[in-house]
């Protein structure tokens, strides 16, 4: 049998372990361990010939895993230069339930969603609220001014 390509999500920052655990609270993911038996991935990485001048600050603990082994895992690679423009690739996060819950609860889902998000790092750029289209949500950014919806 063959099989696709495997999925790995990764992401430009200035601050990878930051991102990471933002991101972690936002999707129920976990911080990817390191390899046994090594205690932290910096350990790893030195023990597999890297530079420490190419490790960064922090334990390099800037990978994330789905729990449940369903969602890609993602990577947060430490970049130097800043972002500058919008994304042209975003996250959306579905906690509505969709288009079969009535407006009232989809929308009461979504700003359960967004003050979580807010006590975590996000910050709420838009809202997007018209019962006429059943249409309600968020544009947020992560804590690095990536863009993300909240739908």
């Known amino acids: 049998m063959i099989t696709g390509p495997k999925l790995q999500l990764t992401i430009d920052c200035a601050e990878p372990e930051r991102l990471a655990a933002f991101w972690a609270a936002a999707l129920g ?71 079969g819950v009535p407006f009232a609860s989809r929308k009461e889902r979504v700003l359960a969603e967004i003050t979580r998000l807010e006590s975590v790092g996000a910050s709420r750029s838009r809202i997007e609220d018209s019962e006429a289209s059943g249409s309600f949500f968020a544009v947020m950014q992560d804590p690095e001014g990536n863009e993300f919806c909240v739908h």
């Open 29 to 99: 993911y976990e911080v990817e361990p390191p390899p046994a038996p090594f205690a932290t991935w910096r350990a790893y990485w030195l023990s597999q010939g890297l530079p420490e001048e190419e490790l960064g600050a922090g334990d390099c603990s800037d990978s994330l895993i789905d729990p449940h082994g369903a969602g890609p895992r993602i990577w947060f690679q430490q970049v130097p230069e800043p972002k500058v423009v919008k994304n042209r690739l975003h996250l959306d996060l579905g906690v509505s339930g969709g288009r």
